[in-house]
């Protein structure tokens, strides 16, 4: 079985700071994806960033990016440029990449951005 | 193009009665999964079905949850005789594929109360 596990229960950064959200996940798969969602207080599940394992380029997506590290199993969200829109629940993910899709949760991060 | 609906986005239940809650996925998905999310924590995998089918319901509790995705409607999680401990936001999530690197959409939840 797969675990995900986010240590920062809380984190907050300054606007217009940069700040990282650390994850690590456990698994015997060789082939995954890897995901962080941001859950604002609306409560919808929007998907940031997503990370194949057999690419070892970091994604990035404009002002998000990852810092992904197969063999240590770690997977970081570096938020640049922090928005007050930042404002929300930061979730890891993890998909094995074969038949049964369902995604495994971390238990989150509550990241609040500061004026 | 619509995206994952469900409904309804809140539900009150008395402890004892039924509760119904639907999920229409993405135009073109057949890949449905149910998540619940307690307060305070991460999502958990409950069930992934296609159209008439079960997939994976590892997820799900052994007594009083289902699941059904029929070949003409919405799918259903039913939770009968609900307790307070069933408190909790579902949310719904489709992907046009159960593998590759396709990404679940979510719906934007259904919040069950239980008094």
């Known amino acids: 079985a797969q675990t995900v596990t986010q240590s920062q229960p809380e984190m907050s950064v300054q606007e217009a700071e940069t700040v990282t959200l650390s994850c690590t996940y456990d698994?015997?798969?060789?082939?995954?994806?890897l995901f962080w969602y941001k859950q604002p207080p609306s409560r919808q599940m929007i998907l940031v960033i997503r990370?194949?394992?057999?690419?070892?380029q970091n994604a990035t997506e404009n002002r998000f990016s990852v810092n992904f590290q197969k063999a240590a199993k770690s997977f970081s969200l570096k938020i640049s440029d922090s928005q007050l829109g930042d404002t929300a629940m930061y979730f890891c993910?993890?998909?094995?990449?074969?038949?049964?899709?369902?995604?495994?949760f971390g238990g989150g991060t509550r990241l609040m951005v500061k004026p | 193009n619509a995206g994952v609906m469900q409904n309804p986005r809140h539900l009150v239940r008395r402890r004892g009665q039924e509760a119904r809650l639907r999920c229409s996925p993405m135009?073109?998905?057949?890949?449905v999964y149910w998540y619940r999310q307690l307060p305070e924590e991460g999502l958990k995998f409950m069930v992934y079905?296609?159209?008439?089918?079960?997939?994976?319901e590892s997820g799900m509790p052994k007594e009083r949850f289902s699941a059904e995705f029929p070949k003409e409607g919405p799918s259903i999680l039913r939770i009968q005789q609900v307790v307070r401990g069933d408190s909790a936001a579902y949310f719904c999530?489709?992907?046009?594929?159960?593998?590759?690197?396709?990404?679940?959409?979510f719906g934007p939840g259904t919040r069950l109360t239980v008094t």
């Open positions: 999530a489709s992907s046009p594929s159960g593998q590759g690197p396709y990404e679940q959409y």
């Open positions: 698994t015997s798969e060789n082939n995954y994806y």
């Open positions: 990370q194949e394992a057999y690419k070892q």
């Open positions: 993910a993890f998909r094995r990449d074969n038949a049964g899709n369902m995604l495994t």
């Open positions: 135009k073109g998905h057949s890949h």
């Open positions: 079905l296609q159209k008439e089918n079960i997939i994976d």
